[in-house]
């Protein structure tokens, strides 16, 4: 690795603005079928596979068809942002841009599946700056857990502990400390806790910020 270091990125709340996007797609679900609390259960899911996701759904709401429930809300979600009309974060091209004419190794390591995550990459013309994804029907255990994260390092050849992870979930920064990497939290839709300060190498308002960051690192 010429620059010495790697960064490992999420995708949903990082790259893309599409955790917000997808949390309107659930409360309004949620108002049509009269479901309380689906903030809360949304905020939950924030981070994990679509596995975990189930199991988190299927206890707050243990009447309900989870697959029917997800079904529509993709439905839905791709009908307002297929076709490139995804929001990106802002500073998301520039920071991928920038890490990769330095030459810097980058892996994706999102919980979403494979399939949607190089769709929506390549409708964005992000995909050809990474050089692994791993996605989240590829490994047996969720974030928190950290077996994305150290398939990541190991695609890119890369030492854990020389791996920056970008990410604003609290799942994410957990696994990410849990692989012994270097976490910087980006904050979406939830703000850090003492927790995330403590487990974090930095926690910094956007991607602009995170650039400069490993512009100095």
């Given at each position: 690795m010429r620059e010495g270091f790697a960064v490992l990125f999420d995708m949903d709340g990082v790259i893309f603005d599409s955790e917000r996007a997808l949390r309107a797609v659930w409360l309004e679900l949620a108002a049509e079928g009269d479901l309380e609390e689906m903030e809360r259960t949304y905020a939950l899911?924030?981070?994990?596979?679509?596995?975990?996701?189930?199991?988190?759904f299927r206890a707050a709401?243990?009447?309900?068809?989870?697959?029917?429930?997800d079904a529509e809300a993709r439905r839905r979600f791709s009908l307002r942002y297929a076709g490139g009309r995804l929001p990106l974060k802002p500073g998301a091209r520039e920071i991928l841009a920038s890490l990769s004419?330095?030459?810097v190794p980058l892996a994706l390591a999102s919980s979403t599946e494979g399939a949607l995550v190089r769709r929506e990459l390549d409708e964005?013309?992000?995909?050809?700056?990474?050089?692994?994804?791993?996605?989240?029907?590829?490994?047996?255990r969720s974030k928190p857990d950290p077996e994305?994260?150290?398939?990541?390092?190991?695609?890119?050849?890369?030492?854990?502990?020389r791996c920056f992870v970008i990410e604003d979930s609290f799942n994410g920064v957990r696994a990410a400390a849990a692989a012994g990497m270097r976490p910087l939290m980006v904050?979406?839709?939830?703000?850090?806790?003492e927790e995330m300060r403590r487990l974090a190498e930095a926690v910094l308002p956007d991607l602009y910020a995170a650039g400069r960051y490993l512009r100095d690192v």
């Open positions: 899911c924030l981070g994990v596979n679509k596995a975990r996701a189930e199991e988190i709401y243990p009447a309900l068809d989870f697959a029917r429930f004419a330095r030459g964005a013309g992000l995909l050809r700056f990474f050089d692994a994804l791993v996605c989240g029907d590829q490994v047996r994305i994260f150290l398939l990541a390092a190991e695609a890119l050849d890369a030492a854990p502990e904050p979406d839709l939830l703000p850090p806790d």
